[in-house]
């Protein structure tokens, strides 16, 4: 094997939208290498879906298809991922960092006996040592950790909407079907109960207004609503009110969702650093909390101190007002 | 009956860290540590399988010696027996060495059916150890458990995804991740924290676990830290203040169209 085809970069996610983010940036980073870029799809008849990642920049897809690569299944895909590396012999694997890409990637990097680092945000290659710079928040948000990985493949995962899904190009590439061996889970899928997606994706919306608990009953998110509707964006909230009191399904934080809004409006959100991690990349933030000593506060750009049922209405009337709506 | 191993980890308390303004590192000396949080809920529902079933907990985690007070908080949660696995030469262990170390230490402890963790942990925050754990052990892995039960020898346990619930199954001996949705952990009482004291805490080096130096602590790990430092964040901070609603709510929404936003 010639060092260019043995020192790849290589991307998976078992979400396409994702997948296509890192074809943007694995590109980067193979061009800094003057490597090839090289994607995997895993799945059932899912040859046809190559052309677009050659598109968004890959040279190079393996597709390993069969029924039982159909589903997501952690053991199975781990195998899978393994069995590829060891015959192919990447420099650097980028996984999405999904639920499901965060339980898989530090399964294929103990195959392999190599490091991850979860959750990057940044990723450089290292002008000397040609090796991958990867940040990653730690200590819940209070602060960012650099670091290398001393061994191959470079595992890294990223969190979806870190990179931005390149343009599309008229390119062609090389498609390898994978001769891989297949590791059956354990573990049966008996039911799964789809989340109903109302709307376009939180992630993806430029204005978020969210909740936390200084908001005493489900009905009063109304009234976030209704300024949501005004900016033209959507509703959000914080993991107790999701995950305690499961008036939605998905939050905003380090566990949950990380979201990069053009404007965030927190009401009632008192600022846990879990919290304020999942927000820190918004362009503008804006806190309304009754409490003037709220740690959101020394996260925000605009803050009224005082009660959100009165200013929350209020807000949402000169905001009208001021839009002309 | 049911034998379950639960991993804790001593973590610094996050809320509790401060950053030095002039290198704007986070200073973790004389931090407190506590309890995982994610790690409690895990005790937690080890405690409630074992009320149901029968059984033993034992409570292991890899760390410095005062992580013994933790394990002591878990023991009186109603954890039988812990396992503190600690060497100096431990120090500086990423993921790819911790989960070494952890493995060792649970082989040595024998026969399990079930190992239990907290989904992450509130100060790495990396959610590796579970599935690198699973896959030095051979175990399958169900993670982001938000509600599960044993019958006879199947788990069978509901996730937490993005796009929904996922019910699944699994024969034991298998290892699930728990998320702080699935319990709410118990507050021990005087009684059991002075029972809790007369409870065995295995305390083994790593010659006692026979793990050759060059695969623990820093020489162990593939991920070498370059630096830590706290994220520039610029905010304005432009706090209104003991103003008439009418009037604060005008200026915050005069600003934001300024902002140019919306």
């Known amino acids: 094997m010639s060092i260019s085809e043995s020192k790849s970069v290589w991307i998976f996610s078992e979400d396409k939208q994702v997948a296509h983010e890192l074809l943007g940036k694995g590109r ?18 899912v040859s046809d879906q190559a052309d677009e990642f050659f598109a968004f920049g890959a040279d190079t897809v393996y597709v390993a298809e069969d029924p039982m690569l159909n589903v997501f ?5 781990a195998s899978v991922i393994a069995d590829l590396i060891t015959q192919y012999d990447p420099e650097i694997l980028l996984i999405g960092a999904t639920k499901r890409g965060r339980e898989l990637a530090p399964r294929v990097a103990t195959k392999m006996e190599t490091g991850c680092s979860a959750n990057c945000t940044t990723l450089n290659i290292d002008g000397t040592t040609k090796r991958l710079l990867m940040s990653r928040m730690v200590y819940g948000g209070n602060a960012v950790s650099t670091q290398i990985c001393q061994t191959n493949p470079q595992i890294v995962t990223v969190p979806p909407k870190t990179f931005e899904k390149p343009e599309q190009e008229e390119r062609i590439g090389n498609k390898i079907s994978a001769d891989v061996k297949i590791q059956e889970s354990r573990v049966k899928i008996l039911e799964t109960r789809k989340r109903e997606l109302i709307g376009a994706r ?3 919306s430029k204005v978020i207004v969210a909740g936390g ?3 005493k009953k489900k009905e009063d998110f109304r009234m976030l609503e209704e300024l949501a509707t005004t900016l033209n964006g959507q509703v959000g909230c914080t993991r107790p009110i999701a995950g305690d009191l499961k008036w939605f399904s998905e939050w905003i934080g380090l566990s949950g969702l990380m979201v990069k809004p053009d404007l965030y409006v927190a009401c009632g959100i ?3 650093i879990q919290h304020l991690a999942g927000i820190r990349d918004s362009k503008i933030i804006v806190a309304i909390n009754k409490d003037p000593e709220a740690l959101i506060f020394e996260s925000t750009d605009y803050g009224i101190v005082g009660d959100l049922y009165s200013i929350v209405p209020a807000l949402n009337k000169a905001l009208k007002e001021n839009l002309g709506k | 009956m049911v034998n379950i191993i639960v991993c804790m980890k001593q973590a610094l308390d996050v809320a509790a860290l401060k ?22 809920n895990a005790v937690e529902e080890a405690v409630q399988l074992k009320e149901k079933h029968g059984g033993t907990i034992t409570v292991v985690t890899m760390g410095r010696p005062e992580a013994t007070e933790s394990i002591k908080e878990t023991l009186a949660m109603g954890g039988d027996v812990g396992c503190l696995l600690t060497d100096p030469s431990f120090e500086g262990s990423d993921t790819l060495a911790t989960s070494y170390v952890l493995a060792e230490g649970i082989k040595k402890l024998g026969d399990f059916d079930l190992i239990i963790c907290g989904e992450t942990s509130i100060d790495g925050f990396s959610s590796q150890i579970g599935p690198r754990l699973a896959e030095r052990l051979n175990l399958p892995q169900i993670t982001y458990v938000k509600s599960m039960s044993l019958d006879g020898d199947v788990v069978k346990a509901e996730r937490d995804l993005e796009d929904g619930v996922q019910v699944v199954e699994a024969k034991i001996p298998l290892l699930v991740t728990v998320t702080n949705e699935i319990n709410t952990p118990r507050l021990p009482s005087l009684m059991a924290i002075l029972k809790a004291s007369s409870k065995e805490i295995k305390t083994w080096s790593a010659s006692d676990l026979g793990v050759p130096e060059d695969k623990v602590g820093s020489a162990g790990s593939a991920i070498e830290i370059i630096k830590v430092v706290a994220p520039e964040t610029k905010r304005k901070n432009i706090i209104i203040q003991d103003k008439p609603v009418e009037e604060a709510v005008e200026e915050l929404a005069r600003a934001i169209v300024k902002e140019g936003v919306i």
């Not at chain 1, 980067?28 to 008849?45: R, T």
């Not at chain 1, 299944?73 to 895909?77: A, H, I, L, N, W």
């Not at chain 2, 590192?25 to 004389?30: D, E, H, L, S």
């Open chain 2, 19 to 40: 950053i030095d303004p002039s290198t704007r590192a986070p200073v973790t000396i004389g931090v407190p540590r506590k309890i995982s949080d994610f790690d409690k």
């Open chain 1, 202 to 204: 939180l992630e993806d």
């Open chain 1, 28 to 45: 980067e980073l193979a061009g800094d290498l003057g490597v090839k870029l090289e994607a995997l799809i895993i799945g059932q008849n």
């Open chain 1, 270 to 272: 008192s600022g846990a």
């Open chain 1, 73 to 77: 299944q952690v053991e199975t895909y």
């Open chain 1, 213 to 215: 608990r200084g908001i």
